[in-house]
């Protein structure tokens, strides 16, 4: 008997290959390229489990035939086209676990490196500068401490929930925004009050028609003069122009991204010659755990949709309730 096909896109850790070579006869072609993976849809396909490196557009989603579920194997989902894939019919998993936990983890990394300056120490230490304690001084004097500052955080998904905790183990105040208030330990509050009290912000919003280009220069001049803003969501919420403009004008204190509006970032972007950056190349969600875990449940996801089971995560909930009314 046939079983279903199921294509996987990157290197799937022996945990997901076990549990999905027992329900499907699965095929892995990592870094698979556009055009392969039009023609190998186009034959019957059950699933797709794919990582941020594969793009899932419009003529891949209409050109796969018997498509039921693409799960990914990524907290974010801008590589899926989900407005056609719910018109399809086609239900989109993301990973909800451990990712989450290395990203709000990670955003904590970069506001310590920004707040404490330790890129320049380093570079400094390890370029034979630390010579005269008077100069150290002086270049550090000026640093500030997190305890007793307001933290505010834009979008209340499951890495804002996990940064809530962090945020107030190093004794600060968290105040959030998002579209629906939450039941979590932090004040909801407007997007302006946010930016105008909070003297870190952090974003964790994907990437939507809604949110592209949310903070742009107005925004930015509503936050504290001296504020850092962080972003562990996806590039293109900040408007990088308007951000390199705020940074050099004084009007916000530091940045630090793990997500740009292009990626890799070009070598010419400002950003990169401003010493109140930050950079990290969008690997906020990489850990030894995480990946094992996200692997897994990538292809758990697709398992329990086959087993009629309700996978977690799942990104278009319509398709979801639209198959159950039809059954």
Known sequence: MLRPRVIVTYKITREGRELLEKYFDVEYLPRIQEERLLEEVSKDIYGLIVSLGTKIDRDVLEAAHGLRIISTQSAGYDHIDIEKATELGIVVTRVVGLLQETVAEHAIALMLTLARRLALSDRLVREGKWRDPRAIWSTFKSLP?????????????EIGKRLIPKLRGLGMDVVYFSRR??????????????????????ITLPLTEETKGLIDYEKLKKMKRGAYIINVGRGGIIVESDLVRALKEGIIGGAALDVFEKEPIDPNNELIKLDNVVLSPHYAGTSMEAIRESSYLAAKNVVDFYL???????????????IRSSQ
Do not use: H, Q, W
Request: charged fraction near 30%; charge should be positive.
């Open 181 to 202: 208030k939450k039941p979590v330990n932090a004040k909801y509050v407007s997007l302006d009050d946010l930016l105008k009290i909070s003297d870190v912000v952090f």
């Open 145 to 157: 401490i997190m305890y007793g500052k307001t933290a505010g955080i834009i979008g209340m998904g």
């Open 308 to 322: 009629g089971r309700i996978p977690e995560g799942i990104v278009n909930k319509e398709v979801l309730e639209r």
